[in-house]
């Protein structure tokens, strides 16, 4: 008895000791590592966002609010808009159209679609512009018969959409898939065993088991539409009021030297960033709310 008493005393301390060296660091050593993350977080982040909406603000509100109202930048705002709100259903429906096919079913060539998936994380977005370009372009494959037929891809609004729908296409198909491969095969195989058909199981077991990560995935997607660059200035032509989304439109102000003009398009952006954190932040919360009760 007294031998068993000691055994358990020992493997308590042992499971003890084991759990403590991870959180047991010195204190000067924690300072510092704290330190340093908010020192790196407060000059590379919170530095350069002051900085912007300081110059932003710098002649006033009045000057504010007319470079947001000039027509130029209205033009821009409603070109931003309008791309993100084309791209981002269409990459809604593929994303969950690939992560349920990749996730739920077997079939050849499954690691390839995955891998083409990552493939704009891996291409450079000014590569993706000149690929539509060679496509598109007066003198690219299809640039002829475009030209015959009086449609305009490259320097419009077209262009403009096919290249933000390029680089954003991967965010909600990656927020899906590792969700869905966790949560595996069991509840659509019962539906289907229960009679359910193939949409019905969609929507009623599926999609609620998804719909934080969906939206999260939504999130993101949102985010880059709304501040990509380099594929859409190759594709835009940098026609004033007409292709000119808002981050080409703080290029092109900052390039005129109307600084207190691009900071206040700038902040916009910025301000759209932050509310992107904010329902970020509020996605991930919800999520780990409901997590436990599910």
């Not at 309008?82 to 499954?110: C, E, M, Q, Y």
């Not at 595996?184 to 998804?210: K, Q």
């Not at 301000?271 to 919800?286: D, F, I, S, Y």
Request: hydrophobic fraction near 55%; include cysteine.
């Amino acid at each position: 008895m007294a031998g068993s008493a000691v055994s358990l005393g020992r493997a308590r301390g042992a499971g003890h000791y084991q759990g403590n060296p991870a959180t047991a660091e010195k204190r000067w050593v924690r300072w510092t590592l704290l330190a340093l993350g908010l020192g790196f977080f407060a000059l590379f982040l919170l530095l350069p966002l002051a900085a912007v909406f300081t110059e932003a603000l710098r002649k006033g509100w009045d000057t504010y609010l007319a470079s947001l109202i000039e027509p130029d930048a209205v033009s821009a705002i409603k070109l931003t808009l309008l791309a993100a709100a084309i791209s981002v259903p269409l990459n809604v429906v593929f994303g969950v159209s690939a992560a349920w096919a990749i996730t739920k079913h077997d079939f050849r060539g499954k690691q390839l679609l995955i891998t083409l998936i990552d493939l704009p994380f891996s291409v450079s977005p000014v590569v993706a512009g000149l690929i539509y370009v060679l496509i598109f372009g007066a003198q690219g494959w299809f640039g002829p018969w475009l030209a015959d037929h009086d449609i305009k891809v490259i320097f419009a609004v077209p262009g403009i959409v096919l290249a933000t729908v390029f680089v954003t296409f991967p965010f909600v198909a990656r927020e899906l898939i590792p969700l869905m491969q966790a949560q595996g095969r069991d509840e659509e195989e019962a539906a289907t065993v229960l009679g359910a058909s193939g949409w019905r199981t969609f929507w009623h077991v599926t999609l609620p088991n998804i719909k934080w990560g969906l939206l999260y995935g939504v999130i993101l997607c949102n985010a880059r539409a709304f501040g990509e660059f380099g594929a859409v200035s190759v594709v835009s032509g940098h026609i004033r009021g007409q292709t000119n989304t808002l981050p080409l439109q703080v290029e092109i102000l900052y390039n005129e030297y109307q600084f207190a003009a691009a900071f206040a398009v700038a902040s916009l952006l910025a301000l759209l960033a932050l509310v992107t954190l904010g329902l970020k932040q509020l996605v991930e919360w919800q999520a780990e709310r409901v997590g436990p009760q599910r």
